[in-house]
């Protein structure tokens, strides 16, 4: 997996808020974040990819949609970062 070379913008973290409101009022985000314990079900989950793919018009290929890809901020940003990249 690639490294995010930038912070998480306040979109992303607006985003997973938007998802995971007991997240609300608890910034900066915690990259290491436990976002399962955060209350990441499978619902949130797929709620979570539509809009991420939707605001940064991207699409998540099948091979990331993996337990660790939502594992935690920092783990999403960066597939979510490599998409980003991958589509310009």
Same mark, same amino acid.
Do not use: C
């Given at each position: 997996?690639?490294?995010? =070379?930038?912070? *998480?913008? &306040?979109d992303? /973290?607006q985003?997973?808020?938007?998802?995971? &409101? !007991? @997240?609300?009022?608890?910034? &900066?985000l915690? *990259? %290491?974040?436990? @976002?399962? +314990?955060?209350?990441?079900? $499978?619902?949130?989950?797929?709620e979570?990819?539509? !809009? @991420?793919?939707? =605001?940064?018009?991207? /699409?998540? *290929? +099948?091979e990331?949609? =993996?337990a660790a =890809?939502?594992?935690t *901020?920092?783990?999403?940003?960066?597939? @979510? $970062?490599?998409q !980003?990249?991958? %589509? !310009?």
């Open positions: 997996m690639t490294t995010a =070379t930038t912070r *998480p913008d &306040p992303f /973290e985003l997973l808020v938007g998802v995971l &409101p !007991r @997240l609300a009022g608890s910034a &900066p915690d *990259p %290491a974040l436990d @976002l399962k +314990e955060a209350g990441l079900d $499978s619902m949130a989950t797929i979570l990819l539509v !809009r @991420l793919e939707d =605001t940064y018009e991207v /699409e998540f *290929p +099948e990331t949609l =993996t =890809t939502f594992a *901020p920092a783990a999403l940003w960066n597939v @979510l $970062s490599a !980003r990249a991958a %589509a !310009r």
